[in-house]
């Protein structure tokens, strides 16, 4: 069975500097998508950045990046820039191809501070 | 498009009591997704349906759980003799289906406490 692993339950970022959250996961798969998802504090879920695993090139959204590891099994996020707004829990996800079921993993709080 | 709307927000139930959510998804997606979430955890994949069929279910899922998503459009979640265990937030989400790296677009959830 397919799982995400997040192995830092908090990770604090002075405002404007970069962080670097990490993510983890277990496939037999060789087609397959690999997603970063933000949820603010009592707020809804939003997609921050998406990578096929297919595409050797890291995605990039704004300040948003990834480091895709596809040997490693690894999907780092990087966050430059960090700002106010930036706090959030953040969910790395794992979908095989062709198929719907997203699988979360356990999450990463940020903390941003002034 | 007002995104994915869930109704009720939060609802408070007495263990034992059915309860029933909501969620209408954006109306040109034709997949939507339930899962579930407890405090400070990743969403639990419970369901999801392509239109109107129900293409997988979470074998976590027991039998007091069922969703339908009859003609395609809206979904409802349905719980049978809740349980204080049950007591979580219910999300919903719904994608377009192109065949590639969609994203989901989730609601804002139905917070359950059973009581």
């Known amino acids: 069975a397919q799982t995400v692993t997040q192995s830092q339950p908090e990770m604090s970022v002075q405002e404007a500097e970069t962080v670097t959250l990490s993510c983890t996961y277990d496939?037999?798969?060789?087609?397959?998508?690999l997603f970063w998802y933000k949820q603010p504090p009592s707020r809804q879920m939003i997609l921050v950045i998406r990578?096929?695993?297919?595409?050797?090139q890291n995605a990039t959204e704004n300040r948003f990046s990834v480091n895709f590891q596809k040997a490693a099994k690894s999907f780092s996020l990087k966050i430059s820039d960090s700002q106010l707004g930036d706090a959030a829990m953040y969910f790395c996800?794992?979908?095989?191809?062709?198929?719907?079921?997203?699988?979360f993993g356990q999450g990463t709080t940020l903390q941003v501070k002034p | 498009d007002t995104g994915v709307s869930q109704n009720p927000r939060h609802k408070i139930t007495k263990r034992g009591q059915n309860v029933t959510f909501r969620c209408d998804p954006i109306?040109?997606?034709?997949?939507l997704y339930w899962y579930r979430q407890t405090l400070g955890q990743g969403p639990e994949f419970l369901t999801y349906?392509?239109?109107?069929?129900?293409?997988?279910k979470s074998r976590l899922l027991s039998d007091r759980f069922s969703a339908e998503r009859p003609k395609g459009s809206f979904s409802t979640l349905e719980i049978q003799r809740t349980e204080q265990g049950d007591s979580a937030m219910y999300l919903c989400?719904?994608?377009?289906?192109?065949?590639?790296?969609?994203?989901?677009?989730f609601g804002s959830g139905t917070r359950l406490t059973v009581v």
């Open positions: 989400a719904s994608s377009p289906w192109t065949g590639g790296a969609e994203g989901y677009t």
């Open positions: 496939t037999s798969e060789s087609d397959y998508y």
């Open positions: 990578q096929e695993a297919y595409k050797q």
């Open positions: 996800a794992y979908r095989k191809s062709n198929t719907g079921k997203l699988i």
């Open positions: 109306s040109e997606h034709n997949r």
């Open positions: 349906f392509q239109n109107e069929a129900q293409l997988e």
